[in-house]
């Protein structure tokens, strides 16, 4: 059964800092690529982030909304049973609901979801 567990979301002020972990199980990241996203209130889902490893180069291929880059960090732990997203220099509008996700590795199509995690960013 696979499961994706999101935690360390808050409340934080402008400016601050807040890092998101997955744990995720039931499910490889030799096949899966993870995907964080984020939904605002009255807004629709949007992407936020990915990565996938290659199993062949042992490395990653990570990607990021122009919103975010720069600022936010994916990555995954050695173990390969976590998934983080480091957020600096929140700003307001990244005040939302972030949901990691598991797509299979060559697909856009996210087949997982996990219960997500609120983050508030005070101004």
Not at 35 to 44: H, I, L, M, V
Not at 59 to 83: E, H, L, P, Q
Request: proline fraction near 1%; charge should be positive; charged fraction near 15%.
């Amino acid at each position: 059964q696979v499961q994706l567990v999101e935690s360390g979301g808050g409340l934080v002020q402008a400016g601050g800092s807040l890092r998101l972990a997955c744990a995720v199980s039931g499910l490889t990241f030799s096949s899966y690529a993870m995907g964080w996203f984020r939904q605002a209130p009255g807004k629709e889902r949007e992407f936020v982030a990915r990565i996938s490893w290659n199993a062949v180069t042992h490395g990653v291929t990570s990607r990021y909304a122009d919103s975010v880059k720069g600022r936010f960090t994916i990555s995954m732990d050695n173990a390969k049973t976590t998934v983080y997203l480091q957020m600096n220099s929140l700003k307001f509008e990244d005040t939302a609901v972030y949901y990691c996700a598991a797509a299979r590795i060559g697909t856009q199509r996210y087949d997982y979801w996990g219960q997500g995690t609120q983050v508030t960013v005070s101004s």
